[in-house]
């Protein structure tokens, strides 16, 4: 991967914190959890970038069916993911939806995913939501 994207990686990564964590004062954040005192405040975008050509197949597989819009092997793929966690930039509830990486060997969908953004952006994790990688070409 070429130092120029991972620049402007960065950069988008960046602007997109900024331009998530621009609320005023007192507001609650969108991605509060229900039934939350105090609102919580955007994290960083993700914990990183990650080149598609670095993902495992699995997730590299789940990329090309979200952009043929699947079949997909699991029910729950394509359906909103709602940012309770806060480590993604905060947008509108329905901007991301949540597709599952098959894990070889696991019994159940495991902790790896591709959530997708309204705008193109992908991020990939493999820690069920604690951190995600900006995926880039």
Same mark, same amino acid.
């Given at each position: 991967?070429?130092?120029?994207?991972?620049? =402007?990686?960065?950069?988008? =990564?960046?602007?997109?914190?900024?331009?998530?964590?621009?609320?005023?004062?007192?507001?609650?954040?969108?991605?509060?959890?229900?039934?939350?005192?105090?609102?919580?405040?955007?994290?960083?975008?993700?914990?990183?970038?990650?080149?598609?050509?670095?993902?495992?197949?699995?997730?590299?597989?789940?990329?090309?069916? =979200? #952009?043929?819009?699947?079949?997909?092997?699991?029910?729950?793929?394509?359906?909103?993911?709602?940012?309770?966690?806060?480590?993604?930039?905060?947008?509108?509830?329905?901007?991301?939806?949540?597709?599952?990486?098959?894990?070889?060997?696991?019994?159940?969908?495991?902790?790896?995913?591709?959530?997708?953004?309204?705008?193109?952006?992908?991020?990939?994790?493999?820690?069920?939501?604690?951190?995600?990688?900006? =995926?880039? #070409?």
């Amino acid at each position: 991967m070429s130092w120029k994207y991972v620049v =402007i990686a960065v950069a988008l =990564i960046a602007a997109a914190y900024l331009i998530g964590g621009a609320q005023g004062a007192g507001e609650p954040a969108l991605n509060d959890a229900p039934g939350s005192s105090s609102p919580s405040h955007s994290a960083p975008a993700s914990a990183g970038v990650i080149g598609v050509d670095s993902l495992p197949q699995e997730a590299r597989t789940t990329l090309q069916l =979200i #952009e043929s819009d699947g079949p997909f092997p699991y029910s729950k793929d394509g359906t909103v993911f709602h940012n309770y966690e806060g480590v993604l930039p905060e947008k509108p509830d329905g901007y991301y939806r949540e597709y599952t990486v098959v894990t070889p060997g696991a019994s159940d969908r495991g902790a790896r995913r591709v959530v997708a953004g309204n705008k193109g952006e992908r991020y990939y994790t493999d820690d069920h939501y604690s951190t995600f990688k900006l =995926i880039v #070409e």
